[in-house]
């Protein structure tokens, strides 16, 4: 028998109740926020209930940073009921480990309470409630100057990491063109890295603020989270060194990857500008890559887009070590370059730019034509386009190969697809 403190919303209430009842367990509080079931477990606790579950909502409401180390001081488990991805993110963001989702039929709510996981009650010298997790991936996408499509390998990244099970962030950074909404049939009218970035600058910017802010690509195949860029390039004075940084790190905390579309220059004009404290309009594009786990340094496969790829992968290399860059080289085509397209390709890299092992994804003017036109990504506009697969297979032994920064059971989920797919 386990004694239940609830603080669920009424629907959910009424629908555990009965098997909560029937199964023998016995209810000692109920409540409608996480400060008064707070109260109420001093009251339960003074009746000396010996194995105390709080099963709450994961929502701001119900759950805080309060309830759980009070909980954890009175040697109570909490239990959170997620509805949403965003409400599992806000559980993580907590410490708290045991989340199941709101919709579970009771013997899977059953077997959490009997059984649950093992978790610590602290991490290193912090206790859990401080949100002492590790930090999301941040993957930034560059390429030089002459669309050699950053937004749509950004896009599609974003997509192949989110099927995967994991949530994705994906901003827009370029100050030059953003192309991510409309790539995707989405309004940038109010663009939403911008206002993330003005709310970082004077530190209000929360996750419920992200929420608002952000627009959502909703998808059978796996949704993601989107900040538009700029819609006028005039407005690029927004996006500051600081802000973008600030931004960026508390990203880390809400997702578990963050993707970044970025800018093509890495130029540095404080040479010619007489005022050295004025913002710089390539400020972002660096500081995201110097923030970034992974680059992703993508070109196009034709004459002209490799030697323009190989002048800047000089100034690329002079802004971060690429010892953590992937190079992908888009639309390679037998039309452009002759027989072997692959081969000639990869010889070029190696020979002007002592660059190996760099991906190659095959030109498919049809497919990447039907995912713009719908407003849609690869996997869901051509799913067995040749072009998505090498996508895929990059993102999967390159950017989910590394350690995953989700935590709990969905790293040891993530892990255990990555051997298996190994095998």
């Not at 477990?41 to 099963?55: E, N």
């Amino acid at each position: 028998m386990v004694a239940l403190a609830l603080a669920l919303d009424r629907h959910t209430e009424d629908r555990l109740l009965g098997d909560l009842v029937e199964h023998g367990h016995t209810v000692v509080a109920r409540a409608a926020t996480a400060a008064d079931l707070l109260g109420s477990l001093d009251a339960a606790g003074a009746r000396g209930p010996t194995d105390t579950v709080a099963l709450v909502g994961a929502a701001r409401l119900t759950l805080t940073a309060e309830l759980i180390n009070g909980c954890d001081a009175k040697g109570v488990r909490v239990i959170a009921l997620a509805a949403t991805d965003l409400d599992r993110r806000y559980a993580a963001s907590l410490g708290l480990y045991e989340v199941i989702g709101a919709d579970a039929r009771w013997p899977d709510i059953e077997a959490m309470l009997v059984g649950g996981i093992a978790v610590p009650l602290r991490v290193g010298d912090q206790s859990r409630a401080t949100g002492a997790l590790r930090r999301g991936s941040v993957i930034g996408v560059w390429g030089p100057a002459g669309a050699p499509g950053r937004t749509t390998l950004a896009i599609n990244i974003a997509a192949e990491i989110a099927a995967a099970g994991h949530t994705v962030v994906l901003a827009d950074v370029d100050t030059y063109s953003g192309s991510v909404a409309p790539s995707l049939g989405m309004l940038d009218e109010a663009p939403g890295f911008a206002a993330a970035c003005r709310l970082a600058g004077s530190d209000s910017l929360r996750q419920s603020e992200f929420e608002r802010i952000a627009q959502r690509y909703n998808s059978p195949q796996g949704a993601f989270w989107v900040l538009t860029g700029l819609g006028r390039p005039s407005r690029w004075p927004e996006l500051s060194s600081e802000r973008v940084t600030k931004t960026i790190q508390a990203l880390r905390l809400w997702a578990d990857y963050v993707v970044l579309d970025t800018g093509f220059s890495l130029e540095s004009d404080e040479e010619i500008s007489s005022d050295l404290f004025a913002p710089r309009r390539n400020a972002a594009t660096v500081s995201a890559l110097r923030e970034a786990d992974h680059v992703v340094a993508c070109g196009l496969a034709d004459p002209v887009g490799m030697a323009r790829f190989l002048r800047a992968w000089v100034e690329l290399a002079d802004v971060l070590t690429t010892e953590r860059v992937s190079v992908v080289m888009n639309r390679v085509r037998a039309s452009a370059v002759g027989l072997d397209p692959n081969g000639q390709v990869v010889s070029t890299l190696r020979r002007f730019g002592n660059i190996d092992g760099a991906v190659l994804v095959p030109n498919d003017q049809q497919a990447t034509d039907a995912a713009v036109l719908t407003g849609r990504t690869l996997r869901d506009a051509a799913p067995k386009s040749p072009a998505r697969a090498s996508i895929r297979r990059f993102v999967q032994s390159e950017l989910l190969a590394e350690t995953a920064p989700v935590t709990g059971h969905r790293r040891t989920v993530s892990w255990r697809r990555r051997a298996a797919a190994t095998s």
